[in-house]
């Protein structure tokens, strides 16, 4: 006979148990999805409270943000910051159409920014859900939490924005999708990754192999690997050029392989041991290697999953540019979720392989430890958010933006860096070095946290050049100088005075006595 301990249904122990068990996966959702929405709302306070305080840039955040500000205009408008007929022809990225509708209701570059937010954090999810059904719902935040700390993903949120974090949820999205083999949600996620930029269709195309030669599903992987490498090829060889009113793919960076596509990889075949060691020469290199797999306790080094981020890696380490070495930028944000899915397999490999003796150890203990050591990566050793402790204070913030709220929204202006993008949201915004003719001039040297080799003379002798031209003085605060083809009775302020005669420098100029 049954009792109230012995069946379930009487609401003895075993049913308890049994209501708090099916009670934990949701309860585990709604953590991820907490955690979600504090990753986002972190990552938008950071990246609205760097531009609020001048320390974006031209390039990226105002080259970006005047093309989608046009696109809110329902036109394809020069890109006056690049100087470029259309922004399509410099990267491919026609999903920035998305954004331009929100600039109906905020007309503010910051609509950029919160969007990078939010798809960096989105891509976290993908990394939760598979990592709950490979290893359970402690696993699954893990991860999802090593990946939202992971210092790559940090390093893009404190430098502008980028149209690749379209890329991140997609490229995530569709490694679940493949892991899964839910084909429909796997080609969503592959059209929306081949609208962000035009070498994401390399990583589409190692996703492709690895479904052919892993999972050998042979008509989808080479499917998707064949027209992924068709759409790289025409994108660089036929729509960017034409679209950019060139000849030629403007990005080519990797002089050390070739000329070219065609030249890189006749190399790369015939030298394959100098093109290895060029991947890990100079030293800058080795230090972003083992930072971005230390960052997962060098997990994903045992997961075949590792196949889908080395065009990422491919990609970085043989350019001859420097920048894309560093721990800096956005370059890690795109292998960032690839990371993260090669430890769950590799802990979901050692999960099954130990089940009877160490099953925790994959299931619990490794995905904590990569959160730990992602953590520690982050804040202990890269620190990507320590620049915050640079910026200009508020008071300083709200006195740059009163002279620039001085310039009317159909002028045409040409302005130091980090006034450019506060400026963008119009036809015609220059960026200083480039071009020194416009109906306004906007100047800060304080804005600059250091200067390029001459950068800070140039200024100076556009601005004298300026008055000397016949533009007046519209507004002069500080370091701040706004000029115009008027005629007025104000004069430059003493710490103008100062900076232009070369008595001091950038920000030194604001603590120097008149």
């Not at 305080?53 to 970006?64: I, K, R, T, Y």
């Amino acid at each position: 006979m049954l009792t109230t301990e012995s069946n379930p249904k009487q609401g003895g122990p075993q049913a308890a148990g049994s209501a708090a068990h099916s009670r934990a996966p949701q309860v585990a959702r709604g953590a991820a999805a907490l955690v979600t929405a504090l990753a986002a709302a972190g990552y938008s306070a950071v990246s609205i409270y760097r531009h609020d305080h001048f320390a974006s840039n031209a390039l990226d955040l105002a080259v970006q943000d005047q093309t989608v500000w046009g696109y809110s205009h329902f036109a394809f408008i020069y890109n006056t910051v690049l100087g470029i007929p259309n922004l399509l022809g410099d990267h491919f990225h026609p999903i920035l159409m998305v954004l331009a509708p929100f600039m109906w209701i905020w007309n503010s570059a910051d609509v950029l920014l919160v969007a990078q937010a939010i798809l960096l954090s989105l891509a976290g999810i993908p990394i939760y859900l598979w990592g709950e059904h490979e290893l359970g719902p402690v696993g699954g935040l893990a991860f999802q939490g090593a990946y939202l700390c992971f210092w790559g993903v940090l390093a893009g949120v404190v430098y502008d924005f980028h149209h690749v974090a379209f890329a991140v949820p997609a490229i995530s999205t569709a490694l679940y999708a493949t892991l899964t083999r839910r084909n429909l949600l796997l080609l969503g996620a592959v059209v929306v990754a081949m609208l962000t930029r035009e070498d994401v269709a390399l990583t589409l195309v190692a996703l492709g192999f690895y479904i052919l030669v892993i999972q050998r599903r042979w008509v989808l992987g080479a499917a998707l690997a064949g027209v992924n490498a068709a759409w790289f090829a025409l994108l660089l060889g036929v729509i960017i050029p034409a679209l950019g009113g060139g000849l030629a793919y403007r990005h080519w960076t990797y002089d050390a392989l070739g000329s070219g596509p065609l030249s890189s990889a006749s190399f790369v075949l015939q030298h394959p041991f100098t093109s290895l060691k060029l991947l890990f020469t100079p030293a800058e290199k080795d230090r972003v290697w083992v930072g971005s797999f230390a960052a997962f306790i060098l997990l994903p080094l045992a997961s075949p999953l590792l196949i889908v981020a080395m065009p990422s890696f491919l990609e970085r380490f043989w350019s001859s540019s420097p920048n894309l070495w560093s721990f800096h930028f956005q370059y890690s944000m795109l292998p960032a979720p690839i990371l993260a899915f090669a430890a769950i397999d590799t802990s979901a490999r050692i999960k099954t392989l130990w089940k009877d003796r160490l099953s925790r150890l994959g299931s619990t203990v490794l995905p904590v430890s990569a959160l730990a050591a992602s953590a520690v990566l982050t804040f202990g050793l890269v620190r990507p958010l320590a620049e915050i402790s640079t910026y200009l204070p508020s008071s300083r913030a709200a006195e740059i933006q009163s002279c620039l709220d001085s310039i009317p929204a159909d002028a045409s202006v040409t302005a130091s860096n980090a006034l450019v993008p506060h400026l963008s949201h119009r036809q015609s915004i220059y960026v200083i070095s480039l071009h020194n003719a416009a109906e306004y001039i906007a100047v800060d040297p304080s804005t600059y946290s250091s200067f390029y080799p001459g950068e800070e003379d140039q200024l100076r002798s556009t601005v004298r050049g300026a008055l000397a031209a016949g533009y007046g003085v519209v507004c002069a605060k500080g370091t701040t100088l706004v000029l115009a083809r008027v005629v007025t009775n104000l004069q430059l302020s003493p710490e103008l005075q100062l900076w232009l005669v070369g008595e001091c420098s950038g920000r030194a100029c604001l603590s120097t006595p008149p």
